[in-house]
């Protein structure tokens, strides 16, 4: 494993952010990133947003190397199906094929998945929350994994297994909903790049 080298992981809803929040989590995200390029270390971001489609954004690009013509993630229109168990899937195989493929001296010595995913159906055409839940616990407790949880409804935790104290209730009566959300998880994300 290389040594204060993390992967950041990033599953989004994007069809779940209304017209009149987009430029909110846009900036969010944005502080976000400027913020955890300044934390010792290195870290690569991998990010896909789901929605009617599955859409990878970042592609295990080095944080320090995201400028603003990167900025995709809340690009969606703010409707769609929810395909969460899909897109989250697909993140974690995809990310395990290629780590599986990685020399070991060159893996990141952590990797954080963030999912953010607010209270609607689930529209996934593959996968189910009890085998999404196996493979959460598969990748936590064996590659040790930490997974960070953001959602508008807290039954998600409980369906995916995700601890209480890694998850984020997003509220969605704040004039800025995203601004605390992201500020928490930059905070746990930081703490945990700390560790490395």
């Known amino acids: 494993m290389k040594e204060k080298f ?7 809803d994007c069809g779940g952010v209304a017209e009149e929040h987009k430029e909110q989590a846009l900036n969010a995200f944005k502080s976000f990133v ?52 899909d897109a989250l899937a697909k993140l974690m195989d995809d990310t ?12 990141p010595s952590k990797v954080i998945v963030c999912i953010t995913v607010f209270g609607r159906d689930n529209a996934s055409k593959k996968y189910t929350h009890d085998r999404i839940k196996e493979m959460i616990a598969l990748q936590r407790d064996v590659y040790k994994w930490k997974f960070i949880l953001a959602t508008d409804y807290t039954i998600n935790m409980e369906k995916l297994g995700i601890d209480p104290d890694d998850t984020i209730v997003i509220k969605r009566d704040d004039v800025d909903m995203f601004k605390p959300t992201y500020k928490e998880i930059n905070e746990m994300i930081t703490a945990e790049r700390a560790k490395l």
């Open 6 to 12: 993390c992967e950041l992981l990033f599953a989004f």
């Open 34 to 85: 400027a913020s955890q390029k300044k934390v010792d270390g290195e870290a690569n971001v991998t990010g896909i947003s789901f929605h009617n489609d599955i859409s990878v954004i970042f592609d295990n690009k080095p944080i320090k190397k995201i400028t603003a013509k990167d900025y995709k993630f809340f690009e969606s229109n703010g409707r769609g199906e929810c395909r969460f168990y």
């Open 96 to 107: 395990g094929k290629r780590l599986s493929e990685t020399p070991e001296e060159e893996r």
